[in-house]
């Protein structure tokens, strides 16, 4: 009625005000009222989507179903993103460490003080529980993702699934790997399809559900963990703390360095466009599809 809110107001200044209108109570006896009566400190929660696809249930089955297919076959299944850019320097890291004091940082987090930017791309295989960060230097482009993709599958997939002609690859709808980007389907076509005669099949996760992707809370949340309070100071330390990430369910990360300069901006000619082997599948085409090598 008088515009007080008490919500935001701490157990203290409830206590004065309550022991102003003549009602004596301390700060502990506040907190201890309002747990009783269910209330505690609360923070907004991401729950509500503005973004919310027609066919978003529709994909979410079709992704199960592709997914089950290849499984039951052996065939490898891996999800794919990047990680949020990184500046490499002494710079503040979110998170606790157990430290006898703590470690001083620069006060702001410029670009010129940083010894160049970390661009982590991620490669989780589902069926095996294996991750691989490629770290990029330049700029998170398609070619930059398909380069991650393609060094995954000549120093590890093609040895771990010896003899398949197939992959299935789970990316969200945005990004360097969108569903909507040309650049994208073509680098695919040449840096993967056509280098190593793989059928290399596509499913995009819809609008707005990129949190289901399984890289994301199997493989980026356990780095983030394990380098949580420690300032990423070289590419060195970022490859070293992706490489000792550990979990109990078996999860075992390698990584890399990318020191190749992507251009930004870049799109494929007509040409290139025109000789992409490009198969969409008859449930949602835009999200689904299939890129096979050219003969």
């Given at each position: 009625?008088?515009?007080l ?6 157990t ?34 991401k ?8 066919q978003?249930?529709?994909?979410f089955?079709y ?7 290849f ?9 794919v993103?990047?990680?949020?850019r990184e500046?490499?320097g002494n710079f ?8 006898l004091?703590?470690?001083s940082?620069?006060?702001h987090?410029?670009r010129t ?16 529980n294996?991750?691989?960060?490629v770290?990029g230097?330049?700029?998170?482009t398609p070619a930059?993702?398909?380069?991650a ?17 197939q ?10 790997n ?15 399809a ?10 995009h996760y819809?609008t ?5 992707n399984?890289?994301e ?5 356990e780095?983030?963990?394990n ?9 060195q ?6 490489r000792?990430?550990q ?8 990584a ?11 799109k494929p000619?007509?040409d ?9 599948h008859e449930?949602?085409?835009d999200?689904?599809?299939?890129i096979?090598?050219?003969?």
């Open positions: 009625m008088t515009g809110r008490w919500s935001r107001r701490t203290t200044t409830i206590a004065q005000e309550l022991t102003s209108l003549g009602i004596a109570v301390s700060p502990n006896t506040v907190a201890r009222l309002l747990h009783d009566i269910g209330y505690s400190l609360r923070v907004n929660q729950q509500i989507s503005t973004s919310h696809s027609p978003r249930n529709l994909q089955e992704l199960a179903e592709l997914r089950d297919r499984q039951r076959r052996h065939l490898p299944i891996i999800s993103d990047t990680k949020k500046l490499v503040k890291n979110p998170g606790q460490r157990w430290e004091a703590p470690r940082v620069y006060d987090d410029f003080d940083s010894i160049g930017v970390a661009i982590p791309y991620g490669i989780y295989d589902v069926m095996q294996c991750g691989t960060l770290v230097t330049s700029h998170d930059f993702a398909a380069h993709i393609a060094h995954w599958w000549h120093q590890e997939g093609s040895t771990r699934y010896r003899g398949s002609r992959l299935l690859i789970l990316a969200d709808t945005g990004g360097s969108s569903c909507r980007c040309y650049a994208w389907k073509t680098e695919v076509q040449w840096q993967l056509n280098s190593f005669a793989l059928a290399v099949t596509v499913a819809p707005g559900a990129s949190k289901w399984p890289i809370h199997r493989l980026f949340s780095i983030s963990r380098w949580a309070g420690e300032p990423l100071d070289s590419y330390r970022i490859l070293n703390y992706a000792t990430t979990t109990q369910t078996g999860l075992r990360v390698t890399y360095l990318d020191r190749r300069h992507y251009l930004r901006g870049l000619t007509p290139q466009v025109a000789s992409l082997r490009l198969q969409r449930t949602l085409p999200w689904n599809y299939t096979k090598p050219q003969l």
